[in-house]
């Protein structure tokens, strides 16, 4: 938890406060001054005895006891400073704004060490070095603008840039948004995104705090803490949304399996967000979006009503809703004919309901009573009305104001004339309301935050492997890829079916094992990574000549070391895989398998542990997932099956950290039993330090 003086101080110095409204030190002091911060400032600076009005101290030794000192001055002044307010000052709330720390050198990274070590050992809080600072309802120790409208219930905003920050602040305040606190973590010396999530959470109280949680992440270095703290607070009721920077395919490792040529930094981040409930975002506009979409009623069903009195905007929404999974249902019948009959002639009501540009604010309260009182099959409302220039839709927005108070459906005001209406709109915004000024990133943002998964029950698997003899063939095991028989051997421990084989060392032997396994048989290579693509995979053998024949051929490969004959089994080809990601644990995928799995790239992800309900949703999230349930005459896949391989790949991984990849490909799926026809295992012990 961080540290009282720094959340709610009662007196505050800044160091190296000036006159300097262009300088952090100076505008700093000015924003604490204009914001009437209740308690005393206290200012140091090397040249003058008053700085803006307040009285200024030469030194740090010679102040008072303090509870919050942020510093603006050089990088080179900060821990001799630092040092004097904690150890003689009592001072436990640090906001360092100065940059020339671990951002610049490996000297400033050692400062930055140092200071840590300083604040650490009296039980301090340290936000900084190389930010803007925070703010809450308690004090604006930041050296930016603008400072949006502060109230308790307004967004909780986490980033790890500054310049993020404000001009998140800014693209928010446009739209209506207000915030609650502010934290922006800079170099996250001793205090990041994690520490302050944590602090949220540990702090939460329903009745006064927020429920809306902003984040801009560049590093999560502490994954087990984000996903912990960000999941009780989505259990508390709270909402989060957050953009993760520098999470691109281009910093993805090299890796020689599938599920490693599938994996990137990204899939890693967006499978945390899933666990936890967190709405992925891609830019600050759509982050703001989906805050304002969070301050709305929720939205209970997938079935929205546009009501509009301009047709491009309303069908622009309507290809963005229907895209991303909602309906816009056609309405008709009885009601329908009732509500057209109060509209203007011309009108349309069947969805979207258009009520033309000649509509009034009456004709609104009309379409959106019949909406949340008559029209059942409706769960939410959009109202997209904006202005030619012509006349003032104050009376419009007023209704729309009025109608958000008492309707117990959303209604999400889509107000695109941010100029002809420009004062229309500040009165709505005046009311406490938030407006979406563009149609296609409202009916987008909307979509992301209707269809995001909520955490699934982290309830254990209730599926048992043998986790005595995993560990037993593991801790045998030497870094790199199992041999094909302690493959088998793991397969047969985690209860996983796999398809009659055996390997070959000898042409003799390989027409015996095929003989005894029954023809047809798959013959490949053993040896090569992928088999494939060395041309190391034949199937249909039919016969002891083809056999021959066959391994002839085979036993050439480079790097062959056996041939595996397998029993012919036909079905769906289908994937399972894990993959290690450090800190962030496992990630398990599942897809459509065989050679088109990196071509397609038609997987799911998530992190484990994962439940049979989690695994589940995987399989019917796939872009495939019509060829799994059967179509045009193909048998379907046992998904419960299926979904039952998912699990006990998520349970050996965590039986057994050291195996860094696994593929099951392919998987063979009928509707009677799914089997394992090929896998690779790759231990890697470093990977578990």
């Given at each position: ?29 000015k924003?604490l ?7 005393e ?26 509870d ?16 004097i ?22 000297k ?29 309802q ?24 500054g ?30 995104v ?163 540009a ?11 009573d ?8 409706i769960?939410g ?15 419009v ?35 406490g ?60 421990a985690?209860g ?19 003989n ?88 799911s ?14 399989i019917?999230k ?51 039993k ?7 295992i ?8």
């Amino acid at each position: 938890m961080l540290h009282q003086s720094l959340i709610n101080p009662r007196n505050i110095a800044v160091i190296g406060g000036s006159d300097n409204l262009r300088s952090p030190g100076g505008k700093v002091l000015k924003n604490l001054i204009d914001q009437k911060f209740k308690g005393e400032i206290y200012v140091v600076n090397l040249k003058n005895d008053i700085i803006q009005g307040l009285k200024s101290y030469r030194n740090a030794s010679d102040l008072p006891d303090v509870d919050l000192a942020i510093f603006a001055v050089a990088a080179r002044y900060c821990k001799e400073a630092v040092q004097i307010l904690a150890m003689e000052k009592n001072t436990r709330g640090f906001i360092i704004l100065s940059a020339g720390f671990s951002e610049d050198s490996k000297k400033g990274a050692e400062m930055e060490k140092e200071i840590v070590k300083i604040v650490d050992s009296v039980g301090g809080s340290l936000i900084g070095p190389n930010c803007i600072g925070i703010f809450n309802q308690h004090h604006t120790s930041v050296f930016t603008s603008p400072i949006p409208r502060i109230e308790p219930k307004g967004c909780e905003f986490i980033s790890g840039s500054g310049a993020t920050a404000v001009f998140t602040i800014e693209s928010g305040i446009k739209i209506g948004l207000t915030f609650s606190s502010v934290f922006s973590v800079g170099n996250s010396a001793q205090t990041g995104v994690e520490e302050v999530l944590k602090h949220l959470d540990e702090t939460f109280d329903p009745k006064s705090s927020s429920r809306i949680k902003l984040l801009y992440i560049e590093q999560i270095n502490k994954p087990v803490m984000f996903l912990k703290h960000a999941s009780s607070l989505i259990k508390k009721g709270c909402k989060i949304a957050a953009i993760k920077s520098g999470a691109s395919d281009a910093g993805s490792r090299a890796a020689s399996s599938h599920t490693g040529a599938l994996a990137s930094p990204d899939l890693v981040v967006r499978a945390l967000f899933k666990k936890a409930g967190i709405i992925y975002c891609s830019g600050r506009e759509e982050l703001v979006t989906v805050a304002s979409i969070f301050l709305h009623k929720q939205l209970r069903g997938k079935n929205i009503a546009i009501i509009t009195h301009a047709g491009g905007p309303a069908v622009m929404l309507t290809d963005s809703l229907s895209k991303g999974g909602l309906n816009i249902p056609p309405l008709s019948g009885p009601l329908s004919n009732e509500l057209l009959s109060h509209l203007l002639p011309g009108s349309s009501v069947s969805n979207p309901i258009d009520f033309l540009a000649t509509g009034s604010a009456e004709h609104l309260s009309i379409i959106i009573d019949y909406c949340e009182n008559k029209f059942d099959e409706i769960d939410g409302m959009v109202v997209v009305f904006g202005s030619p220039g012509l006349f003032n839709v104050d009376s419009v927005y007023e209704v729309l104001h009025e109608k958000m108070k008492v309707c117990k459906k959303p209604i999400y005001p889509v107000l695109p004339s941010v100029i002809n209406a420009e004062s229309e709109i500040k009165h709505f915004i005046a009311h406490g309301r938030g407006f979406f000024p563009d149609e296609v990133v409202f009916g987008d943002a909307l979509t992301q935050v209707y269809v995001t998964q909520k955490k699934i029950g982290a309830e254990k698997a209730a599926i048992s492997i043998d986790k005595s003899k995993i560990r037993a063939i593991i801790d045998k095991a030497p870094n790199g890829y199992l041999k094909p028989d302690q493959v088998n051997e793991l397969l047969d421990a985690m209860g996983i079916p796999r398809v009659n084989e055996a390997i070959s060392t000898s042409l003799k032997e390989a027409v015996q094992i095929a003989n005894e396994i029954g023809y047809p048989v798959v013959m490949k290579v053993v040896g090569p990574v992928h088999k494939t693509d060395v041309g190391g995979v034949v199937l249909n053998v039919k016969n002891a000549d083809q056999v021959q024949s066959e391994y002839n051929k085979l036993i050439k490969i480079k790097d062959c070391i056996g041939i595996l004959i397998q029993s012919m089994e036909t079905g769906t080809e289908l994937f399972a895989g894990a993959k290690n990601e450090g800190k962030f644990g496992h990630m398990v995928l599942c897809g459509i398998g065989g050679i088109f799995i990196e071509i397609l790239k038609d997987f799911s992800y998530n992190l484990v542990p994962v439940n049979k309900k989690a695994a589940i949703d995987m399989i019917r999230k796939l872009k495939s997932y019509g060829i799994i349930k059967g179509t045009r005459g193909l048998e379907p896949v046992n998904e419960d099956l299926f979904a039952d391989i998912v699990v006990r790949v998520s349970l050996l991984v965590m039986t057994a950290p050291e195996i860094f990849e696994l593929d099951l490909n392919p998987l063979l799926g009928k509707s009677d039993k799914v089997v394992a026809a090929d896998a690779r295992i790759r231990i890697e012990r470093a990977a578990i330090k």
